[in-house]
């Protein structure tokens, strides 16, 4: 028999706040703890691929750039192939497929060093286009939000991407590419994360 719980009554709910740096990224707060932030390592000195930084900004509703972002990410290696706890093998040695990241308490900006992923497999022996998953918690935001960030420059994989076909309004798959540039043979992706308004970010519920 259900237990009659109208005497207790829902909380309200808790965003991020300000003391999720001090918890997950210390060493970002002024908080000399760990030898290594968590999650500042993604893939390692002896990944193979091509090395790339990932730099952008989360924007609210307003246009502005959110300061106090945190964003864990979780990728493959060059080769598709995730961390296998089972299996060490698996990936390079010290490739972690896994970052933390949080955004200049200044300027908003956020960027992660890492070497581009390769295809993955998806359901159904279909195949993934190279992409970064990303989780983001900010203050004033109440739950966690996933998207993906996908590459400009892989348009056939990404033509064909199971995940990115599931986005209805087409025209809003193009809010999960990453675009490219090369400065001094340095390859550098442009992805802006947008709360709010014409260009938002599409968010999945997972």
């Known amino acids: 028999m259900a237990q009659d719980l109208d005497y207790l009554k829902e909380t309200p709910s808790q965003t991020a706040g300000p003391y999720v740096h001090i918890g997950l990224a210390p060493g970002a707060a002024g908080f000399d703890i760990y030898r290594r932030e968590l999650g500042a390592d993604i893939a390692g000195p002896n990944a193979r691929g091509e090395r790339i930084r990932i730099e952008g900004s989360v924007i609210d509703g307003s246009g502005s750039p959110i300061k106090d972002v945190l964003i864990e990410t979780w990728q493959a290696n060059s080769k598709g192939l995730y961390v296998d706890p089972n299996d060490s093998s698996a990936v390079e040695d010290g490739f972690s497929g896994f970052g933390r990241v949080i955004s200049d308490f200044e300027t908003g900006k956020w960027a992660f060093e890492t070497i581009k992923p390769g295809s993955t497999p998806g359901r159904n ?10 989780w983001i918690v900010a203050r004033g935001i109440n739950i966690g939000l996933n998207t993906r960030l996908y590459f400009e420059d892989e348009t056939d994989l990404n033509a064909t991407d199971p995940v990115l076909n599931l986005i209805e ?3 809003r798959r ?4 990453a675009k490219r540039s090369e400065t001094k043979g340095k390859t550098t992706y442009r992805f802006d994360v947008v709360l709010q308004g014409l260009n938002e970010t599409v968010f999945f519920d997972i």
Not at 126 to 131: E, I, L, R, T
């Open 169 to 171: 309004p087409e025209n």
């Open 174 to 177: 193009a809010t999960l590419l």
């Open 125 to 134: 022996g279909k195949v993934q286009a190279p992409h970064v998953s990303m």
